[in-house]
Nanobody, 124 residues
Framework: QVQLVESGGGLVQTGGSLRLSCAAS????????MAWFRQAPGKEREFVAT????????NYADSVKGRFTISKDNAKNTVYLQMSNLKPDDTGDYYC?????????????????WGQGTQVTVSS
């Protein structure tokens, strides 16, 4: 079992930055794939980024490439999502997820553990 708690969301203007954190407990994240997803009002949950268990590989949605960076600190058992040059389309609830596998996936159904989400609002 992995428990995940996100933090760091808030209201920011277009072009601003935020860093989301996801604190894990119950199991070390050093041997699982971690990911961030987001869900805008009235839309389906969508993939944002993943990071491999070794942290030597990352994968991003095209819409966030070059603006978002996923990273993790195994010692703190925490995953981060640094978001820069934010746009109104980035608004939504952001969820951290964990997958007990060595393989990264972009489908929400591939992840067994989820946090409660943190809200990000980007004003124009």
């Amino acid at each position: 079992q992995v428990q995940l708690v996100e933090s760091g969301g808030g209201l920011v203007q277009t072009g601003g930055s935020l860093r989301l954190s996801c604190a894990a407990s119950g199991r070390s994240i050093s041997s699982v794939v971690m990911a961030w997803f987001r869900q805008a009002p009235g839309k389906e949950r969508e993939f944002v980024a993943t990071i491999s268990w070794r942290a030597d590989s990352t994968n991003y949605a095209d819409s966030v490439k070059g603006r978002f960076t996923i990273s993790k600190d195994n010692a703190k058992n925490t995953v981060y999502l640094q978001m820069s040059n934010l746009k109104p389309d980035d608004t939504g609830d952001y969820y951290c997820a964990a997958r007990e596998s060595y393989f990264q996936r972009t489908a929400p159904g591939a992840y067994s553990y989820w946090g409660q989400g943190t809200q990000v609002t980007v004003s124009s």
